[in-house]
């Protein structure tokens, strides 16, 4: 082979290295993801499964509500399975269900246990006559799918056992 053709040769095998090289896409880190017990904001088919063992053990929730406007929070105390007028705001939250040790498992979220080890508190916030939001307050994950509004700031913070009724 004469030396311009094996040049040649050479010259388009290193050329296609390279091209094979460079199409190879750099992988770009993911967005930081949120821990696998957390929901996604919304999907769609999803159902919440309350195990017997957590049902009528709780009776409310404290969630603390920040005014970004007058940098004031306050705490309110609001039991499942009802609803929160906040005042001066036109807001109103209404807390559906409480899991002390929130898990998801595929489409359905649940309990593993009545400890506390993951709280969450399914919530609806209505301004008006619209729905808001519709979601999950994690105590351990405040930031995680939180409600954004333009004054207020919703935590959950603290939850309430059901008191045991003596016979």
Not at 8 to 14: G, K, S, Y
Not at 44 to 59: H, L, N
């Amino acid at each position: 082979m004469p030396r311009p053709t094996r040049l040649a040769l050479l010259l388009l095998v290193a050329a296609l290295i390279a091209v094979a090289g460079c199409s190879k896409q750099e992988e770009k880190p993911s967005k930081e993801v949120a821990p696998a017990t957390v929901p996604p904001a919304r999907k769609s088919g999803a159902r919440v499964v309350v195990p017997g063992e957590v049902q009528g053990k709780w009776a409310a929730v404290k969630i603390a509500v920040l005014d970004k406007d007058h940098n004031k929070e306050q705490v309110y105390t609001i039991e499942i399975g009802s609803e929160f007028a906040l005042p001066d705001s036109g807001l109103v939250l209404k807390v559906r269900n409480f899991l002390p040790a929130f898990i998801m498992d595929g489409t359905t979220m649940t309990s593993a246990s009545n400890e506390t080890r993951n709280p969450a508190a399914q919530i609806v916030i209505s301004e008006g006559k619209t729905e808001v939001f519709k979601g999950w307050l994690f105590s351990l994950y405040p930031g995680t799918h939180a409600f954004q509004h333009p004054r207020y700031s919703f935590t959950l913070v603290d939850f309430v056992p059901a008191t045991v009724k003596k016979d």
